[in-house]
């Protein structure tokens, strides 16, 4: 047990985190204008997070730390031998180094200092499960955006030298069918061949994983029965149930006003928007909570759907 803890005097801890090593700087006090650094490590391998949380922070210390790749698995890890971690929002912190000298330490006192300013916001750190779901979500969506890519870079190419096909061609679907009616349209040299076999193999290649993922996601939604409620009580696709179903992790056991072809959409990597027919996209942040109802518009005349 070290002095701190014995006197009962809580530190923030801030770690300024890296694949393979962290950086802390110990810090006494309540306020950014009397902090004090007690004590930094600097460049602690990863490996020992654990054995060094519980050598030298106490029960009372707040742990904060930049989000990163790894910061969620940071968390868990500190969770497991005691210690309490914060994961703070990157853009904030981001902006405060800005023009100024920085290394290790001191990001490390400067994370610290911002939690204690209050300026710097807090994310929810979501639990195994919701996170594995997220990485499938984030997955299908890359893959949807590299389809969207490769047909129109195949398009844009047949366009520049010519040929035009129909909006609703099976580019993906049945490639083959697509390249004898594209070589048939005109003439082409061995070199703008080889330009448009590449880029169907990567368009072949491209779709094959978007239905690899929704695939998963499907079969992921038919064993949840929440997700599988979302489905069949609000129309959403299973893909868009992904999205709900982490809105009601966020707010357990709320019921949630909903448009007959509402859904759910995930946009970027932190931000859950409902859009309906109905109303427009809302963000989170504006919902308004009110008898334990969940308000995702002013002008709503649908009854409440509950999941």
Known sequence: MNANEKIGEPRVVGLDAHPDTFTAALIGGTRPAAAVVEKTFDKVPLSRLQSWAQKHTAAQDQIVLEASGNSFEMVRQLAAVGPKALVLESGHLGKLKEGHANNDKISAVRIGKAYLAGTAKTLWVPDPQTQERGDWFHAHRKAVKRSTQMRNRLRSYLSDNGVRLAPKTPLASDPQKVKTQVQSARSWTSRQWQVIEGLF??????????????????????????????????????????????????????????????????VGDELLIFGCNDFPAVRLGDVKRVDGCAFLGANLRHANIEV
């Open 201 to 266: 193999l990567e368009l072949v290649h491209a779709d094959q994983q978007r239905r690899h993922w929704r695939g998963l996601i499907a079969q992921e939604v038919l064993s949840d029965p929440l997700m599988l409620a979302a489905v069949q009580l609000c129309g959403v696709r299973d893909l868009t149930a992904f999205a709900f179903f982490a809105v009601k992790v966020l707010f357990p056991g709320l019921r949630v006003i909903q448009a007959r072809d509402g859904g759910a959409q995930l």
